[in-house]
């Protein structure tokens, strides 16, 4: 038993000295992935909206039976960025909310009763007030409610806000100028209601209110989330992932080197061997998210970005982490068993894992994609692990919440890292 | 008294898939305790493929290899812990130290802490490198990384050892520490098995001896069969032909 212990500590010590000797590949695995989502986060904040960003999936609830609906909804269905979906004007807004909660659309809109006549009705109280020259701030408010999944960019849902406010203030001053038209012969009395005061600008009597509300867990509303919230998730998959370059080589280098062989003649069981790398690599994998945490933390605030909140989800956080390392760690383990040379994993390791990220919604949104894009996205670990993360971050998700999105990662994890070590095993020998 | 049978090689046939090559043909050995067997022969006729095999490294196409009386590679694990390998290529952590490599691989060999240290030690005294056991073994010459790679071979006493072309590319010190070593080894009671083009060296360390030629054995026999012609390489010579080999 202690002898045992010994060899397995022997390998832990193994891998762990080679890898700290690594620098290059300690480079690859904490300064790249630190620099990204510093990088692509500042980017982002700064400018609006990428060209991809198009198609999102938004559901209408339009109970007016007014112009102003109509109208509303003719524009969304115009829009080149947005796939309208208008339910029954008998629908429920809580099953529209279930909706958008589950994910099946991003956006949802809700436009109440009789919008078109209380703005109508807004309008007429206006005027007759500006007439008689009373206060307007008692008037009425009218609501409309935006729901946003909180995976989406803020800069769309804020586009769909603009759209929403055009359209509104657009009624309004349409119906305030027919009432000023009809009361043209009025005129003057206009004038002299004012009394040399400085004119009230029409502008601020706003009196609709567009209310934007992110739906997590069980429908509860929370603010909407900043791209910080969704770029540490993001990279930190990212760079879990990237830890196949590394490890692959790690494989190979040894197979070449002729150490894995030796390591055959020895007594001891053969899976200690994937086994040791695997514990280093999962510990490599801890390492980078509290890197990427920390960078997300304070580094984001000195920049002037918002900080990444993650208060209280420590724990679920590390467990998705584990999770995504054993996917990432057997993919890696796949890679150097294929792979005939250092050269061919390191390329092929860094080749798929960006575009495994891509499909998998690392770098651009799921719903942005292309239809085809969509449905592969499904398969890609990195958005397992990215969906797991968002669960949990946004959607205020707990473990048990998210054990689907765990057991694919784990399941994927063991099924590549025994595919890849019978590759390996079988190919060492031959290779020499 | 007699001789224990440490190795046997009935019919071995290895005929590698991916070049279609028949790399050993019907072979036959028999390695006695205490023997220092010379796997000799050109380049390319299955000197290291034999090795490998008796290694449990590769699988044959036929015949069969026992190694203590236990059948290779199926009860390999019973058969792990009494023998020594020293590969061709060397079989190390280039970015580890001398010692560190040496802490690993003893480690694994199951070896407890406090014996491995003293054994470490003198073993890195004994083939000149205890001056050198904390520098990368990547930064060593090439002799010290044959002397390594062949303290990590013999670190856990085994019985049997396995040398594949142990010398190979070095300088005539380390050879001959490497050589002296061996033989010190076998005065101990080691049977060796090893592989060499180099009959001058041959000569010095076997006491029996096999010539393969194009996987086959041509020639088996002691020194003394050797003797009766004028030198091994004569003799060598006169067995594999002139020609240039692959
Ligand atoms: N992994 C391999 N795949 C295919 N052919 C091989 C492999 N290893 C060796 N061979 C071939 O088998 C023959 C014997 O090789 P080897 O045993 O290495 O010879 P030696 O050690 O005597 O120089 C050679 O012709 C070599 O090309
Ligand atoms: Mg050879």
Known sequence: MIIELRKIAALLYKDLLVLFRDRAGLMIMFFMPAALVVAITYIQDNTFKSVLELDVPVV?????????????????????????????????????????????????????ENFTKSLSDNSTKVISRLFGGQSLTD????????????????????????????????????????????????????????????????????????????????????????????????????AIFFIVVSFSASLIKERDEGSFVRLRTIAFPSYYYILSKAAIYLFVCILQFLLILCVGVWVFSLIGLSSFEYVGKLMPLLFVVVCTAIAAIGYAALVGGVASTHHQATVFGAVSIVILSAIGGVWVPVFAMPEICRIISGWSPLNWGLQAFYDVILRNCNVSEILLHCYKLTGFGVVTMVIGSVYGFRKSPLSQ | MSEELIVEIKDLVKCYSSSRKIAVNSLNLNIMQGDRFGLLGPNGTGKTTTIKAVCGLIRYNSGSIRIFGSLVPRHMSKVKPLFGYVPQDLALYPTLTGFENLLVFGALYGIDGKTLKSKMNKLLENYGLYEHRNKLVGHYSGGMRRRLNLIVGIMHDPR??????????????????????????????????????????????????????????????????????????????SLTGREVRD
């Open chain 1, 60 to 112: 209408l609830l339009n109970k007016d039976e007014g112009q102003f609906g109509l109208s509303v909804r003719q524009k969304i269905e115009e829009s080149i960025f947005f796939n309208v979906t208008v339910l029954d004007n008998k629908s429920e807004v809580s099953s529209l909310k279930d909706d958008v909660w589950s994910g099946k659309y991003m956006i949802g809109i809700v436009i109440p």
């Open chain 1, 139 to 238: 008037l009425e408010v009218l609501d409309i409610e935006i729901y946003a999944d909180p995976s989406i960019r803020d800069s769309l849902v804020n586009a769909v806000v603009s759209l929403l406010r055009e359209y509104s203030t657009k009624f309004q001053m349409e119906f305030v100028f027919s009432r000023i038209h009809a009361q043209m012969f009025n005129f003057r009395a206009i004038t002299s209601s004012m009394g040399g005061t400085t004119a009230p600008n029409i502008d601020e009597f706003d009196f609709v209110n567009i209310n934007k509300r992110i739906i997590t867990k069980g429908g509860i509303e929370t603010d909407p989330p900043n791209s910080v919230q969704h770029n540490v998730p993001a990279w930190t998959v990212f």
């Open chain 2, 160 to 237: 049997f050892l396995i040398l594949d072309e142990p010398t190979t590319g070095i300088d005539i010190q380390s050879k001959k520490i490497i050589l002296d070593g061996l033989l010190d080894l076998n005065r101990g009671g080691t049977t060796l098995l090893y592989t060499s083009h180099d009959l001058g060296e041959a000569q010095q360390l076997c006491s029996r001896f096999a010539v393969l030629d194009d996987g086959q054995k041509i020639f088996e026999g002691s020194l003394d069969d050797a003797k009766s012609v004028n030198s091994l390489e004569d003799l060598y010579l």
